[in-house]
């Protein structure tokens, strides 16, 4: 069964199309502006006018960032190019990189890696008999110094690592599984039979 549409339900329809086309009809209009204006041109084809002109500050802060990014491109900028700050001086501060420091003989001296959890229990379980659990090997890894951690529980953390290792490298991991919660350092593969051989 169609159903036809009455005279009263038609009118409600074309004036609700009209309603919609109106507005699409002022979206095209606010979109076509703003791009007129991005681009910098006015609706009626006139070059806008800018009225804020940059303060100084901005002017440096601009030159600063074209400086930047030419030495990021790996262009070296000619010396007199310095970004300048109030009153047209020069600025004192320039950022220096890591190898800038390294050339000038200014560099930090590397520090020491941390030991991760996972290598300290590798070697408290190596130098250990027995098999121990993990708040053992943290324990005994806090008093050698090999690790610390600041979480609260440092002993659930190195039960999760130590299964990991074992169930994503199998034979070649560092740690063997003695019983529930119990772990030793795992035998050293003989040579010539790695996973090549």
Do not use: Q
């Amino acid at each position: 069964m169609s159903k036809t549409i009455t005279k009263p339900a038609k009118s409600k329809v074309l004036a609700a199309s009209a309603g919609s086309e109106r507005l699409r009809k002022e979206a095209i209009a606010a979109v076509g502006a703003n791009i007129a204006r991005l681009e910098g041109k006015s609706p009626k084809g006139k070059t806008a006018r800018d009225h804020e002109t940059p303060s100084a500050k901005e002017v440096a802060n601009d030159a600063a960032n074209a400086v930047f990014a030419r030495s990021a491109a790996g262009a070296n900028p000619p010396a007199n190019s310095a970004p300048k700050g109030k009153g047209g001086k020069k600025s004192a501060h320039r950022p220096t990189s890591a190898a800038t420091r390294v050339a000038k003989g200014k560099a930090k001296p590397a520090r020491a890696k941390k030991m991760s959890g996972l290598d300290a229990a590798a070697k408290v379980l190596a130098d250990a008999r027995n098999p121990m659990n993990c708040k053992d090997i943290v324990d005994a890894a806090r008093a050698k110094g090999l690790w610390s951690s600041g979480g609260k529980t440092p002993a659930a953390t190195i039960y999760a690592a130590i299964i990991r290792e074992i169930a994503a490298k199998k034979k070649e991991a560092r740690f063997k599984k003695t019983e529930r919660g119990m772990f030793i350092a795992a035998p050293a593969p003989a040579p010539g039979r790695g996973k090549g051989a």
